[in-house]
């Protein structure tokens, strides 16, 4: 790839008009910044998706789900309530997670594009 320009005039019009509309997306891009930083965790993701899809889980479920420890998982918790992508909720000595409502539309978008693997059939 090539680190020049080769146009003979720049569209002022076009450059000024991209910029306006940067700017006037700019606080949600920076939202999608810091959900996809934290979603890059193979991990997390991982724990994104059963949120999305199960609504509520407890660090217990998902241990078990992810085949991980509880110390493992809650760090992973404890990133994404830190990044405001969670929550929990506290019901008798459980702690419940759930996806922040802010960013349900988001998440779910991030997952359209998940396919689930069928089982292999065998040949007879």
Do not use: W
């Not at 991209?18 to 930083?37: F, H, N, P, R, Y």
């Not at 998940?114 to 292999?120: G, K, R």
């Amino acid at each position: 790839m090539e680190n020049s320009c080769s146009r003979a005039f720049a569209n002022t019009v076009l450059i000024k008009a991209s910029q306006k509309k940067i700017q006037s997306v700019g606080d949600s891009i920076a939202q999608l910044t810091k959900i996809m930083s934290l979603a890059g965790n193979d991990v997390r993701l991982k724990i994104l998706y059963l949120l999305e899809q199960e609504s509520q889980l407890c660090v217990c479920d998902l241990s078990d789900i992810l085949q991980m420890t509880i110390p493992a998982v809650s760090q992973h918790l404890r990133k994404l309530k830190d990044g405001y992508l969670i929550q929990s909720r506290r019901q008798g000595q459980t702690q419940f997670y759930s996806l922040k409502q802010e960013h349900i539309h988001i998440i779910k978008q991030l997952f359209e594009h998940i396919t689930v693997n069928e089982p292999q059939k065998v040949s007879k």
